[in-house]
């Protein structure tokens, strides 16, 4: 039987007018009626985006991120308004994009991202490893990392800790010819430095005390595959000196003797230290030095990409709700300012820990505030000035008061009655119209979350929004 390519069609609101039942000849389709966008499946070979209006939901903007280069057709229906330059720029920032006609012809299948500055990564690899590649600095890397993954060259991952080394590793071997072969992670620096050499390269019965069978070391067990050797730096000189023969020959020498064996694997290192400044004191030798450095990687900071913590917070707040078996919760607004003005001194992983423990500790509450964050001031609130780096102030980041985590000041509705009188149903709805949009914001488009957030019924909720106009009957109903 011939499985047919998946299409999903994000129709913001807009009447189908059947179209997905005449693509069914070509396409397997799936259809997302709701006037907010939801995140296109993972195995997806093409989203369709309804574009309609001058500005993109604010939604989309930060599905990008996490999409990287999945196919995506901007369509517009026949009879539709002519779009401004404006307008289609708008639209067209969105990344790599198509634009096409809504009709009975179905798209064609084979659709691919124009080249730009996207990166080339599937939208499943994206979710999967929870890159981004908003930031110049990121493209940069995750150029290397496609580049370094079609060869089998030697890579060398640099950067400070928790800025996702090992993340870019497992990326490359995702992405390479050999992704279904092992890949095999060692943190050198956890190994100590008498064990080391035997569980790199094996060795045979009798070789040392309590060496009662033969075993093939690591960089056996990843033959065909990758072999990830994080804190290089930390190895011992003798280590040293086998881990050169093995890139240099392609085969290891196992202790206590016997032929060498050859190996087929790609070797990625990382290292959180300066190598040049140990291999000038003498700690690091010069030649595997430069056998290391044949595709170097610089990780940034997370400080010098600010702009991509929201998207990796998201990121990590929908996983650690799966992992944890909780349900899914969203982050405030007011909470994305707050986490791209911090210093992040332990990168990405502390990132991902403080949403950690953030969710685990708001309890039964669908949405994080500010308050919930107040843990970081301790450590990072109250850093002078003085700590914060270059970049920072480059990138036009103002550095972080304590004041910052102050919570937020109530909503206030008071107002004083003009002279001439007002309509006060006009000023109700009004006022019910924002707050059930900002819930609409905060729960991503979901109904039943923004009515909890609302103290409603989904019933009166859904009631409201078609009385507010908010959305259509038709398209509410076909949405839940």
């Known amino acids: 039987m011939t499985h047919l390519p998946r299409l999903h069609w994000s129709t913001l609101g807009d009447d189908t007018g059947g179209l997905e039942h005449r693509w069914a000849a070509l396409w397997e389709v799936s259809v997302d009626r709701g006037a907010a966008p939801a995140l296109a499946p993972r195995d997806v070979d093409l989203w369709v985006i309804s574009a309609k209006g001058a500005w993109p939901p604010p939604e989309l903007n930060r599905m990008m991120a996490e999409v990287a280069a999945l196919p995506i057709l901007l369509g517009m229906k026949p009879d539709a308004a002519p779009m ?46 929870g890159l981004v590649g908003t930031s110049a600095a ?95 730096g930390t190895m011992p000189l003798s280590a040293q000196v086998r881990l050169l023969r093995v890139l240099q020959e392609r085969e290891v020498q196992p202790l206590g003797g016997g032929a060498p064996v050859k190996v087929d694997v790609r070797v990625v290192t990382a290292s959180n230290v300066d190598l040049w400044k140990k291999m000038q004191d003498g700690t690091f030798r010069e030649d595997l030095f430069y056998r290391l450095e044949v595709v170097p990687i610089t990780m940034p900071p997370l400080r010098a990409r600010r702009e991509e913590v929201p998207f990796l917070a998201q990121h990590f707040l929908n996983r650690k709700a ?19 003005s911090l210093p992040w001194p332990g990168n990405v992983r502390q990132l991902e820990n403080a949403i950690e423990r953030a969710i685990v500790l708001s309890g039964t509450r669908p949405v994080l505030t500010r308050e919930d964050f107040a843990f970081l001031a301790e450590r990072m609130g109250e850093m002078p000035a003085s700590n914060h780096t270059p970049e920072a102030t480059t ?28 309509d006060l149903n006009q000023v109700v709805s009004d006022m019910e119209k924002t707050l059930m949009l900002q819930s609409l914001a905060i729960t991503r488009g979901n109904k039943k979350r923004a009515a909890d957030l609302l103290g409603l019924k989904r019933t009166t909720f859904l009631e409201k929004m078609k009385r507010l106009d908010l959305e259509d009957a038709e398209a509410t109903e076909a949405a839940e």
């Open 84 to 129: 401004d330059t404006k307008a289609l720029a708008e639209w067209g920032s969105l990344g790599s994009v198509r634009w096409g006609m809504l009709g009975p012809e179905p798209p064609m299948p084979g659709l691919r991202p124009r080249s730009g500055t996207t990166t080339q990564l599937s939208a499943s690899q994206a979710l999967a490893f």
């Open 395 to 422: 990138a036009g980041f103002v550095p972080i008061a304590v004041d910052a985590f102050a919570p937020l000041p109530a909503v206030a509705f008071g107002m004083d009655l003009p002279p001439q009188g007002l």
């Open 322 to 340: 799966r992992e944890h078996g909780l349900y899914p919760k969203a982050l405030h607004p007011s909470v994305d300012p707050l986490l791209m």
């Open 138 to 232: 990121m493209q940069d890397v995750l150029a290397r990392a496609r580049a370094a993954a079609a060869t089998r060259a030697t890579v060398l991952l640099l950067g400070e800790s928790g800025t996702g080394k090992e993340v870019i590793a497992r990326a490359i071997h995702r992405m390479s010819a050999d992704n279904a072969e092992p890949f095999v992670a060692v943190h050198c620096g956890a190994i100590p430095e008498n064990l080391l050499e035997s569980e790199l390269f094996g060795y045979n019965k009798g070789a040392f005390t309590d060496a009662r069978k033969d075993t093939p070391g690591k960089f056996r067990e990843a033959h065909g595959g990758t072999i990830f050797l994080d804190e290089v």
